[in-house]
């Protein structure tokens, strides 16, 4: 396998199982060189810290940007996740579009939202930035709170596999030419996700056991992992069977863990399932 360089663009949380701390590691664990460009710093993550510092690096990238160009610096792969401002996508999807190799795979994580809700930091017209971005990608990742804002489809918590598929395809039309929906579930024992590829107009799912924990971070492992799969030749349906099945794997060692954080998931313990998965690859 020829070593690739992959970017990975998302905050840093000093504390707290996501973003960077969370890509990074599962990146390199996947025997890929992963840079970074953090979007900001974060004392800890926002979901139930309170009085968390946060320091927003928008105005570095553009200088960061033009060193790289200036050393000639291509990447395999670039994977955006959490970004902080509209003056930020648009840095963003210009590093997008002119920061690959021939050949790189632009995956797209819009986390801005979840369980039917924007984060209260972003508006619609953060949304309407994001959309944009999603344009450029090759791989679209977001969960179903996210595609409904994107599209203007109404949010269920009770759906059915045509509502899936309207919103995969509604999601593509965005210009994404392959969308993989997180968070999927059409019964109460299986969860996974369902993915639409607008250039064969397949769609394909994957689902294992539903575990009745639920961890902060786990759609940043599942989105690095499934870039760290496909990095390593696996196809998408491939990847995102490994994904889905080392997420559960995260949630399941954090829970047999009496002492585990509340904060995050303890997926530094289930390396060790990833390696043995991708030791064919």
């Given at each position: ?76 792969a670039i ?36 369980n039917g809700q924007l ?163």
């Open positions: 396998m020829a070593y690739k360089k992959i970017l990975t663009i998302q905050d840093i949380s000093c504390v707290g199982q996501c973003s960077l701390t969370v890509a990074l590691p599962i990146l390199s664990a996947c025997g890929l060189e992963t840079c970074i460009l953090p979007s900001a710093v974060l004392s800890t993550h926002t979901a139930g810290f309170s009085g968390f510092t946060f320091r927003d690096l928008t105005d570095d990238m553009p200088a960061i940007q033009a060193h790289w160009q200036k050393e000639g610096i291509k990447f395999s994977y955006t996740g959490y970004l902080g401002s509209l003056k930020q996508i648009g840095y963003v999807k210009n590093i997008l579009e002119t920061m690959g190799t021939e050949d790189c795979i632009r995956v797209v994580a819009p986390a801005m939202a979840d984060y209260s930091i972003f508006d619609m017209e953060y949304v309407e930035g994001m959309k944009d971005l999603c344009g450029v990608a090759d791989i679209l990742v977001p969960n179903i709170t996210e595609a409904c804002l994107m599209t203007g489809r109404e949010y269920r918590t009770a759906y059915d596999e045509d509502y899936i598929r309207d919103l995969l395809q509604a999601v593509a039309a965005l210009g994404a030419k392959k969308v993989v929906l997180t968070g999927v579930s059409f019964t109460p024992d299986t969860l996974g996700c369902m993915a639409y590829d607008s250039e064969t107009g397949e769609f394909f799912s994957y689902f294992n056991h539903r575990d009745g924990a639920s961890y902060h971070g786990t759609g940043d492992i599942f989105a690095a992992t499934t870039l760290g799969g496909m990095m390593r030749g696996l196809s998408l349906y491939e990847a995102l069977t490994l994904a889905v099945d080392f997420t559960l794997e995260t949630i399941l060692v954090t829970r047999s863990d009496p002492d585990a954080a509340w904060y995050g998931v303890e997926f530094e313990r289930a390396l060790p399932m990833l390696y043995r998965r991708l030791g064919d690859a």
